[in-house]
């Protein structure tokens, strides 16, 4: 059974702080990782995706990939209280058939 | 968002009552897939396509089937509806470069 962890929350960051958000995966195998952001009520949207070892920067926004411990985290630097979502983790081994696999999400608060 | 619909947006129905729920895509993807969400459970796949006719089992597929008979929609059915299958219902699609987009969901009650 692939699984992908991430830790509930919720976790709580002041405005203006950085908020660390951690996923692991089970499948060695896995070649591609992303992290969605989700509203209340909402559909779950895209915000990064990663598939090699280290750092990728998007404005706020860097995914960090570690295969060796089989580990990826989103940074979210200037926290806003509009980034107050849930965050998902998912992870796929390959680009065929392959559905993504999801976790549960961490409620991210950000305290104005 | 990726050029997709679901329909109904919301929608109350009786237990035991058939279900069909649809996904049109307007941009021509192969893959698309179907989920469902619910407190504690976090996103869950259903079932999902790879092609016209082309579909395949997820985690949780009980009571539920699909079909595709074009590329641009996706149904999913549910013959006999449960309580239990009270959720919200997200379609999605897979692009070319593995990136995965969400319809807006629809939000089913069984009662």
């Known amino acids: 059974q692939k699984e992908v962890e991430q830790n509930s929350g919720p976790l709580s960051v002041p405005e203006g702080a950085i908020a660390s958000l951690n996923c692991t995966y089970s499948d060695r195998g896995s070649q591609s990782f992303f992290w969605y952001r989700q509203y209340s009520g909402k559909s779950p949207e895209l915000i990064m995706f990663i598939y090699s070892n280290g750092d990728k920067e998007d404005g706020r926004f860097t995914a960090q990939l570690n295969k060796a411990s089989q580990y990826v985290s989103l940074l979210i630097r200037d926290s806003q209280p509009s980034d107050s979502a849930t965050y998902l983790c998912a992870v796929t081994a390959d680009s065929g058939n392959t559905p993504l696999v999801f976790g549960k999400g961490t409620r991210l608060s950000v305290i104005a | 968002d990726a050029g997709i619909t679901q329909s109904p947006r919301h929608k109350v129905t009786e237990t035991g009552t058939p279900v069909t729920l649809r996904c049109h895509q307007t941009?021509?993807?192969?893959?698309m897939y179907w989920y469902r969400q619910d407190p504690g459970h976090g996103l869950r796949l259903i079932h999902y396509?790879?092609?016209?006719?082309?579909?395949d089992k997820g985690e949780v597929s009980d009571g539920y089937s699909v079909s595709r008979s074009k590329t641009e929609d996706f149904l999913l059915t549910l013959e006999s509806a449960t309580s239990s299958q009270t959720s919200v219902y997200f379609c999605?699609?897979?692009?070319?470069?593995?990136?995965?987009?969400f319809g807006p969901g629809t939000r089913l009650t069984v009662l």
């Open positions: 941009e021509n993807h192969r893959y």
């Open positions: 999605a699609i897979k692009t070319s470069t593995d990136t995965q987009y």
């Open positions: 396509s790879y092609g016209v006719k082309d579909t």
